[in-house]
């Protein structure tokens, strides 16, 4: 079944939007949806639309710092559990490169998440809490956003900037080991927060234990036997 679909275009890459994306966080806000409250529910229509165009605007973040290496986006595609920007070419072996890149997601989320506080008091100053109740949970969703993404490790930014600092320093199979390994830890944390009934969590930590698990094996594990 297809849920993928195309949106628009920015700057000339394709913006693709998954639909099951739309429902998870249509189910996860259900209590706006279902209360029988039309300011409630507009509320819930706000976050949802918010939670997307903040995740839209993490990935352009990633794409226009890419462009001034002159390293082009084929695609952004905002699914599964967040986005993602895939690139045309490989990135500058330039550490700094790498950085600005991939931490100008992050910085995306910290401007949006003070962005909507601003918001959220315009807000309440004009006698709009409903709106303003919306708003507030986008600026807490946004800082969220940018600690999640630089916790130390894959495939989040956090992971890749630490890799791109250690690979020079210590080559790059101890720098995947070590992000790895940082990456299993954190999937650890994500599942206890996560228990005993969080299952949005509990398929993020699946997804982070799946790409960590993988780059750990594509080194060999831990002692690099039998690479």
Do not use: C
Request: no cysteine; charged share 10%.
């Amino acid at each position: 079944m297809i849920t993928r679909f195309e949106v628009g275009r920015i700057g000339g890459v394709p913006i693709f939007l998954d639909m099951i994306l739309v429902l998870i966080l249509v189910l996860f806000s259900h209590q706006y949806f279902t209360s029988g409250d039309r300011q409630l529910m507009s509320a819930g229509i706000l976050i949802v639309i918010g939670i997307l165009v903040s995740i839209l605007l993490h990935e352009l973040g990633h794409m226009l710092a890419a462009r001034i290496w002159k390293v082009g986006t084929d695609e952004i595609e905002i699914g599964g559990l967040g986005g993602v920007a895939r690139f045309s070419s490989s990135l500058p072996r330039s550490v700094l490169a790498q950085t600005v890149i991939y931490l100008a997601g992050p910085a995306a989320n910290l401007l949006l998440w003070k962005g909507f506080e601003a918001l959220t008091l315009e807000a309440w100053a004009l006698g709009k809490p409903m709106l303003g109740i919306a708003l507030a949970s986008l600026a807490g969703i946004n800082m969220w956003l940018m600690l999640f993404n630089l916790l130390p490790s894959f495939p989040l930014d956090g992971g890749r900037t630490l890799e791109a600092w250690l690979s020079p320093v210590l080559g790059y199979a101890w720098a995947i080991r070590i992000v790895a390994g940082l990456g299993l830890l954190v999937t650890a944390l994500v599942v206890w927060m996560a228990l005993p009934t969080n299952i949005w969590l509990l398929l993020v930590a699946l997804a982070l234990f799946q790409t960590n698990w993988a780059a750990l094996d594509s080194v060999g594990g831990f002692t690099g036997r039998g690479r």
